[in-house]
């Protein structure tokens, strides 16, 4: 966190100032651990069983925080009886398909839920469409559309209170996560067991009434085949020991860029429309109706989704959308399948993409497997690149690694490159939405010099021009774009148009155009227009509430005027959950939000999360809809059954419940299963793309990939400035002195790291900071490779993610690049066609074919293709 | 007031010819415990002060490709990994850290941020400071330059004027600290100016404000130097023994300094000079000597003189 986040990282030293402890989980020795009371070094990749550890010590001591756990968790629902558990199947849920890859969730179900909730499962096909479907619409990352709430399960499941019932979830948790003992952490991990004993008793001493733990993650969490089930783990641990929706508790999401909260809220997601609405499938003749009832579940507030919907449809098509015509829910996009980034990089190979556009991102030399990239760039009909510099994505033609290797050739390259300088965020009005959920406006401080123009500016003048190419089109396909409300006030030499405006159609209007107060506000009769459900109020009164900068010392500690906070300036989200089932504050040092008798509402420091005068001992009526259907004591309002799930009946691809996988490659086994990476992981095969065997010691060492405080990412913000290229002028590698002495490398020198995709070089820093762990009766090294270079720039250097697979978590299509194997040899890398051979050795020693088959765990192999033939050419030819 | 090369001086403003009404003086308590290392103190200095890109060197010295504070570097944030021998961990329920009525818990009682494994028979510390121009009580480049080009300004601070500045680089070796540097393109010497334009706007300088940790403080040098005692008391009783504080003391050899350091080792360990001392400390007498053997050599040759005329 000091490291990527410095900023953020002054409330962590002003917490520590104050007494708390601060523990840092990490591979790698970073300036976070050199600030932190302890670091914990792990082995990239096992976190889940370092979680699990701790998870298993909570419920074996018994040291839960019973009352929140009966009360606002899921601990006693009763789970179907067909369920079986990895325990059960060595490292598989019941309901895998051998073929497809892909579970059913059908028997993940709570007891008596189980043909209702087969039937409602976001808008995918229905599971009698067959495996192979379920197979493609699962690629369509729907784990990921139940982001701001869980997916719908019918009403409320039956529940055991005393949590002694065999098939409720505590005693599922508890059976699940019983192997997962501080022997097995230390041999997993390598963490001696007495520190994650430590561990155990800071975080559990640390939390109760009267004390709670926040964990951060950063993508070191989230960039795994099982990334979306290593935050599901630290959840199952939060919840356990109450440390969700109460102050201090939680668990924080850092972001990579400053506004990606924002780019999900109101996302430049493939799957998702603003506010979390799925994508609808692309199915024959489905209504709004359908649509809306197949996603969001009949309780909790996700049961106003039509509200939510049709204010979206109306902000998007105005007048256009009525009633009549269904609010225009046809002229939305339609899902068909996968469509995310590696799936269209790997079509664009296969020559089915025309055109591209890549804003404010440098795939050249950013993704896993970097050369997938360039192979689908140059293959292209136009690309279009807006940035603030000349990076690599807009120069591939000109200096990519494969035009030395002689697999790419400028003059055969047809793809013409648009290059469109973009403003900074200096240059221009908008919000950043942070990882709280505050949006903070940010004002224009001086005019974009020369050619630059916001973001704003291209894609509104780009409509604009569209719109007016097509003004006299009579084709029903172009309707969506000419009915589009488009008229947005500009200003300026530029006709810049007004951000403001955006925001106030965001945060949405009612039928005489005033500005609504909050998303309570929506209705579903077409009389409001709102751009996303969540950002409601944003321009409550007509006021700009995210450009609010009262400073903290001029208000309460909350600090609620500072900025504004989705949904509806609440600070912390499911804050019901701070006082007890009666309402009163657990604790009088953690008092948050409470139910004040006497007045007969929720009151507090924040705005409660909850129906303002829905008294604690609620209890709704048999039948009842929406938020009427919750009780005064379920606290997660979004939730179908107002719980927070510690199992999760349905909505995950990849298992109910977090369960300790290998990564796709890795030095070792699964040592708690034959199962040994994630069974529903993305691959993608592609001779391209080819993934290393399992065993052997071809690849014998961990490697992990991360970012410096001195560059920004694939660096595009900082390799073009000298003041902050000179900080870090050159791509380094970082080994502990005991694998230097393995491999004879120099401090200073250079080494050659080399992966089944490519070899890259880097300069060597040995130092204390990396350190050998001992996992399963071996040592295992780990070497750490920050990924921020390319060619272009000031400070040059090979690009780390050149080294990666392309392989994925199934729910949110995110690539595993924290965790991988190599080897390192020291001296430069060769140059040329000597690379590929170099690589094509390396291959063979590894016992890899030609072809991509690497038995990967009885996956299914489609390509037999060889290297010489990786792409399908569009142009050029 | 009289002119002093050495020991106390109440002020130096003053004592340098500002009129009374002069603001206090002001400095810079970097507190190293709470350093991150993320450099933004280097980065908003050359951003304000334009200051030139100092090379692009891999150094191979930790994360710190900067090297040393120089005519191009005016904030150097140095990065010293050490590694000790390991600390055997001890049990549980570690007393509180904090304010009282707080009780941390359950960690082992290893150094702040000490890495421990089982693998390894040793801990790594890795300790960040910002260092920068001391803006010493008695600036000995100050009294060694013959332009005038350094001057103490009405906050205490030491200046260089650039446009003044001949080269003549007798402040270089001067400086007991390593600070001044000449520039080698233009010939004349640049170096932390304490942001004395933004001194004069009343803001705070570049580094102290892009400081996200508050690692670099600026303030009136009493109030700083308070705060550096309360927060090494603090540390101490947190059970960080090893923090003191460096350059504060207006007993030392250079008077105290305008900037000083909270560290966590000794000052060797950052780079630092254990005892710096005013290099002018001794002019006085060097003065006497010079005289002395003047007078003597003068005497002699009168003396040779007188004895030819014997």
Not at chain 1, 443 to 467: C, N
Not at chain 1, 842 to 871: C, E, K, L, W
């Amino acid at each position: 966190m000091a490291e990527c986040h410095p900023v953020g990282f002054q409330w962590v030293m002003e917490a520590k100032r104050r007494g708390a402890t601060v523990i840092h989980v990490d591979p790698r020795f970073t300036r976070t651990s050199a600030l932190a009371d302890a670091h914990v070094p792990l082995r990239a990749g096992s976190d889940i069983a370092f979680l699990g550890g701790l998870i298993n010590y909570v419920l074996t001591n018994e040291l839960d925080f019973r009352e929140y756990v009966v009360e606002y968790t899921n601990a006693a629902a009763i789970v179907d009886q067909e369920f079986q558990d990895t325990e059960d199947l060595d490292g598989l849920f019941s309901g895998f398909d051998q073929e497809s890859m892909t579970y059913n969730p059908l028997s993940w179900a709570y007891e008596g839920a189980r043909a209702t909730a087969a039937a409602g499962h976001r808008d995918m096909p229905k599971p009698e469409a067959g495996a192979a479907a379920a197979e493609e619409e699962a690629g369509a990352g729907a784990g990921e559309e139940a982001g701001s709430g869980g997916p719908p399960v019918p009403g409320k499941p039956e529940r055991d209170p005393t949590l002694q019932h065999p098939r409720c979830v505590y005693q599922i948790l508890k059976r699940h996560f019983s192997r997962y003992t501080p022997d097995v952490v230390e041999q997993i991990c390598g963490v001696p067991k007495d520190q994650f004993l430590q561990v155990a008793h800071a975080v559990t001493r640390s939390s109760g009434r009267d004390k709670t733990t926040a964990w951060v993650y950063s993508v070191g969490w989230t960039q795994h085949t099982v990334g979306v089930q290593y935050i599901r783990t630290a959840a199952i641990l939060q919840l356990l020991l109450g440390n969700i929706g109460r102050p201090g508790g939680g668990i924080l999401a850092l972001r990579g860029h400053a506004s990606i909260q924002g780019s999900t809220d109101i996302p430049t997601l493939f799957n998702l429309l603003p506010g979390y609405i799925p994508m609808p499938h692309a199915h024959h003749d489905e209504t709004l109706e359908e649509f809306v009832e197949s996603d969001a579940g009949s309780t909790g507030f996700w049961g106003n989704m039509r509200a939510y919907a049709v204010s979206l449809l109306k902000a998007w098509w105005g007048p256009h959308a009525t009633e009549d015509n269904d609010y225009c829910f046809g002229y939305l996009p339609r899902l068909t399948g996968d469509h995310g980034t590696y799936r269209t990089v790997l079509d664009q190979i296969a020559g089915k993409v025309q055109g591209y556009f890549v804003i404010g991102e440098n795939p050249a030399v950013g993704s896993s497997n970097a050369k997938l990239q360039r192979l689908g760039l140059a293959n292209l009909e136009w690309l279009v690149v807006r940035d603030l510099q000349m990076i690599e994505t807009a120069t591939f033609w000109q200096n990519a690694p494969e035009l030395e290797t002689g697999e790419l050739e400028t003059e055969r390259i047809g793809t013409e490159v648009f290059f469109l300088p973009a403003a900074s965020h200096t240059e221009k009005d908008g919000t950043f939405t942070n990882t709280q959920r505050l949006l903070q406006w940010h004002h224009k401080a001086v005019e974009p010099a020369g050619d630059r123009r916001s973001d704003l500016w291209f894609y509104y003048h780009l409509g604009r021009r569209i719109r007016q190419k097509l003004a006299t089109s009579t084709d029903p396909r172009d309707r969506p774009v000419l009915e589009l409300t488009w008229q947005y006030p500009t200003e300026g030499d530029h006709d810049e148009p007004s951000a403001d405006a955006v925001l106030r159609e965001i945060s949405g209007v009612d039928a005489d155009g005033n500005p609504l107060p909050g998303y309570t506000q929506l209705s579903d009769d077409g009389s409001t227009a709102c751009g996303c459900w969540i950002y409601c109020g944003c321009y409550a009164d007509g006021v700009n509430q995210t450009a609010r900068r009262k400073p903290g010392s001029e208000q309460s500690w909350v600090a609620p005027e500072w900025a504004w906070a989705w949904p509806d300036n609440r600070r912390i989200i499911y804050n019901r959950a701070s006082a007890d089932p009666d309402g009163r504050p657990w604790s009088e040092r953690k008092a948050y939000v409470w139910w004040d008798r006497e007045q007969g509402r929720w009151t507090g420091h924040d705005t409660p999360d909850f129906e303002a005068t829905k008294p604690p001992d609620f209890e709704p009526e048999p039948g009842a809809h929406a938020q009427h259907a919750l009780a005064g004591t379920d606290a997660f309002i979004m939730q179908t059954d107002g719980k927070a799930w510690l199992y999760v009946p349905t909505g995950l691809l990849d298992g109910p419940l977090p369960t300790h996988y290998e990564p796709e490659e890795s030095p070792v086994d699964n040592l708690l299963y034959g199962q040994r990476a994630n069974p529903a992981r993305r691959l993608y095969r592609h001779p391209a793309n080819p993934y290393q065997p399992r065993g052997g010691d071809t690849f014998p060492y961990v490697f992990t990939t991360y970012r410096l405080t001195e560059h920004h990412t694939a660096g595009g913000m900082s390799r073009f400035l000298p003041y902050l290229s000179e900080l870090q002028p050159e791509f380094f590698c970082e080994v502990s002195p005991e694998l230097a002495a393995e491999r004879d490398l120099e401090h200073g020198g250079w080494a050659t790291i080399v992966t089944a995709r490519t070899a890259v070089e880097a300069r060597v820093l040995v130092t204390e900071r990396m350190r050998p762990l001992r996992v399963q009766d071996r040592v295992v090294h780990q070497v750490g490779v920050p990924y921020h270079w390319g060619p272009n720039g000031i400070s040059t250097g090979d690009a780390g993610n050149e080294l990666l697979p392309a392989v994925l978590d199934p729910n949110v299509n995110i690539q595993e690049s924290k965790a991988s194997t190599c080897d390192v040899v020291p001296g430069r890398r060769p140059r040329g066609p000597d690379l590929q051979r170099l690589v094509a050795d390396y291959r063979t020693r590894a016992g890899m074919s030609g072809s991509t088959d690497t038995a990967t765990n009885g996956a299914t192999t489609d390509s037999t293709t060889t290297d010489g033939a990786v792409m399908n050419r569009r142009t050029g030819a | 007031m009289t002119n002093q090369l050495y020991g106390p001086v109440d002020d130096v403003a003053a004592q340098a010819g500002h009129a009374d009404d002069h603001p206090p003086r002001v400095g810079f308590l970097t507190d190293t415990s709470v350093c991150i290392g993320c450099k933004a103190c280097e980065v908003a200095c050359k951003e304000w002060n334009l200051v030139p890109e100092d090379g692009m060197d891999l150094l191979g010295s930790s994360y710190d490709n900067t090297g040393d504070l120089g005519a191009n570097t005016w904030r150097h944030v140095a990065f010293i990994e050490q590694a000790a021998p390991r600390r055997e961990l001890v049990d549980l329920g570690m007393p509180g850290k904090g304010p009282p009525g707080h009780v941390a818990e359950g960690l082992p009682d290893a150094p702040p941020g000490g890495q421990q494994t089982e693998q390894s028979d040793r801990d790594v510390r890795w300790l960040m400071m910002s260092d920068v121009c001391k803006h010493c009580t008695h600036a000995a480049c100050l009294d060694v330059c013959p332009t005038g080009s350094l001057f103490r300004t009405e906050f205490g601070t030491v200046v260089v004027q650039e446009d003044i500045c001949n080269g003549c680089g007798y402040c270089v070796p001067a400086c007991p600290y390593g600070v001044l540097d000449v520039r080698p393109e233009d010939g004349r010497v640049w170096k932390c100016t304490l942001c004395y334009d933004r001194l004069s706007d009343g803001m705070e300088p570049a580094c102290a404000k892009a400081c996200p940790t508050d690692s670099i403080q600026f303030g009136p040098l009493d109030e700083l130097r308070e705060r550096g005692a309360q927060r090494v008391r603090e540390l101490h009783e947190a059970g960080v023994e090893e923090a003191r504080l460096y350059g504060e003391d207006p007993n030392d050899g250079v008077g105290g300094d305008g900037a000083f350091f909270l560290l966590l080792d000794e000052p060797e360990v950052y780079g630092l000079p254990p005892d710096p001392v005013v290099t002018t400390r001794d002019l006085p007498s060097m003065w006497k000597h010079a005289a002395a053997a003047g007078a003597t050599a003068a005497a002699a040759v009168i003396a040779a003189f007188v004895g030819t005329r014997r």
